[in-house]
Each structure stands twice: as structure tokens, then as C-alpha cells.
């Protein structure tokens, strides 16, 4: 189970048009979220040194959960782990709310 801190900021794609395949985005209007959504569909992750802008994302797909952020790390990612769940979010505070 995902779970998502500061929300507001976080843009909720369909990742192969399933409900289960959820992708969490925090980014700024330069990033290209179809190219994103294609990369994590085909396990391309090499790719994701092709987009341009912020970002920072959480994707759970067929039962692994994948993060990742742009090559800078200028949308850092920090999350928490348990067993049950994986919270996420781009501040520290908001994995202690």
C-alpha cells in the first residue's frame, strides 16, 4: 500500500489501465507525464534521463513499488517503509504528519 504526503502537490496517473497500476507525481509543468507513464508501462528506466524538468514519483505496478526522480534530484523523494505500507513524499515533515 502507497501512501502519499503533501498530496496537494501530487498529480494521480493510470499506469496500463488498471487500478492497481497507480502512479504519484510531484512536478513542474515541463515534464512530460505520458512519456513517464510509457516508461514505467515498459520497465524502460533507462529513459527517465531523457525527460526534462522536475519530478518525483511513486509507482506501484504488478506488486513492486518503484521510486525514482530526475537526475539532478531537484524534486528529492523521501520515503518510509513498514511492512504494509510505503509512505512517500518530496519534505522530510510531511513523512512525520
Known amino acids: 500500500?502507497?501512501?502519499i504526503g503533501n498530496s496537494e502537490k501530487v498529480v494521480k496517473l493510470n499506469v496500463e489501465g488498471s487500478k492497481e497500476n497507480t502512479m504519484y507525481v510531484w512536478r513542474n509543468d515541463q515534464v512530460d507525464t505520458a512519456a513517464l507513464v510509457?516508461?514505467?508501462?515498459t520497465?524502460?528506466?533507462s529513459k527517465?534521463?531523457?525527460i526534462d524538468g522536475f519530478f518525483?514519483?511513486?509507482c506501484e505496478k504488478a506488486g513492486k513499488i518503484y521510486l525514482f526522480c530526475d537526475?539532478?534530484?531537484i524534486y528529492p523523494l523521501f520515503y518510509s517503509?513498514?511492512?504494509n505500507e510505503v509512505c512517500a513524499a518530496t519534505r522530510?515533515?510531511?513523512l512525520l504528519t
Open 1 to 3: 500500500m502507497i501512501s
Open 38 to 41: 510509457q516508461i514505467v508501462e
Open 43 to 45: 520497465g524502460e528506466w
Open 48 to 50: 527517465l534521463e531523457l
Open 56 to 58: 518525483a514519483a511513486i
Open 71 to 73: 537526475r539532478l534530484g
Open 81 to 83: 517503509a513498514t511492512k
Open 92 to 94: 522530510i515533515p510531511d
